[in-house]
């Protein structure tokens, strides 16, 4: 038998194992493990080896899966109700994105601090001091409605206008400037904020809401539920978090980025084995995300920075 023969006649069957794993999530004819005897212990067992992250089954096999088969995973849990087998969708993002905030802490301290909101603030304090400076020239500022001036704000107003816009921004990253927590309620958000970081929810919430949003305007013709559209978009940030991972470990901790192809391509996956679409559907509806969620990001900082610069000037007025 040639070499060819042989290796198509080892691959067939294997191959078709492959594809009954990914239909089913677990091979058919495996026989279970046999339970090991727990040791009797004295006293009161809480189960802390549940409780710790990737220790527990439904853990385990929802970061396999993720891997292997992360689509046929979302239909499991979405259109066939297998909602034992895994960590819930919230509950998967909590734990996928504060083990992650734990480990690039380590690895890369200070990333947090490497935004936009904070070039954001950044720019916000040299703006200040551009116009403190005395050299600076005092532009005014004027406001108008109708093609009628109202207000012309000068120089020392647009200064407290660039202030006013720097501060509402700070109050969402009170935690990590601590100088601009000067009152108590302040010092009491920023407690509430370092919390959170700490669980990694601003890594995720963000682009978790625009995802769902952008997931029930393309998966309304497949009948899927404003429910089954949060916990895919849940899965598909635990997918990305998985892939941040790896690229921290592949670039010796130098970079978490997803490139903007991969992503495509993780999506593509996922829609092709959720909802059981062809290449070019899948590919389609991909872009078609893709779209949809650039609009809706456009449109969320046309919103807030138009909401910033009309509430600063007014309150400059």
Not at 186 to 199: F, H, I, T, Y
Not at 204 to 222: A, D, H, R
Not at 227 to 256: K, N, P, W
Not at 276 to 291: C, E, I, P, S
Request: hydrophobic residues 45%; aromatic residues 12%.
């Amino acid at each position: 038998m040639k070499l060819p023969e042989k290796l198509t006649k080892w691959l067939r069957p294997r191959l078709r194992l492959w594809k009954m794993y990914n239909e089913l999530g677990y091979i058919p004819w495996h026989k279970p493990r046999k339970e090991k005897k727990k040791k009797e212990r004295k006293g009161v067992y809480i189960g802390t080896r549940e409780a710790i992250p990737f220790m527990n089954d439904d853990a385990k096999r929802t970061l396999s899966h993720l891997l292997l088969r992360p689509g046929y995973m979302m239909r499991d849990y979405i259109m066939r109700g297998q909602h034992e087998r895994y960590l819930a969708p919230f509950t998967a993002l909590l734990v996928f994105y504060s083990v992650f905030t734990l480990i690039v802490a380590i690895v890369k301290p200070g990333t947090s601090k490497n935004t936009m909101i904070d070039s954001l603030i950044n720019g916000f304090n040299d703006a200040t001091a551009e116009i403190d400076e005395p050299s600076a020239k005092r532009d005014s500022l004027t406001i108008s409605f109708d093609g009628k001036s109202v207000k012309s704000i000068d120089g020392g107003s647009l200064k407290s206008m660039v202030k006013i816009m720097r501060d509402a921004v700070l109050l969402t990253r009170l935690d990590l400037y601590p100088e601009a927590a000067d009152t108590p309620w302040k010092e009491s958000l920023a407690a509430v904020e370092s919390d959170l970081r700490g669980k990694g929810i601003p890594l995720f919430l963000g682009n978790f809401l625009l995802i769902w949003l952008t997931m029930i305007i393309v998966l309304k013709k497949y009948k899927i539920s404003a429910s089954g559209t949060a916990a895919a978009s849940a899965y598909v940030l635990c997918q990305f978090c998985i892939f941040m991972f790896l690229a921290l470990l592949f670039s010796l901790g130098r970079d978490t980025s997803l490139g903007l192809l991969l992503m495509g391509i993780l999506l593509f996956i996922d829609y092709r084995q959720m909802l059981q679409l062809d290449n070019k559907k899948a590919f389609w509806l991909t872009v078609k995300t893709g779209w949809y969620y650039l609009i809706l990001l456009v449109a969320f900082y046309v919103l807030i920075g138009s909401i910033l610069i009309t509430y600063a000037a007014f309150k400059a007025l």
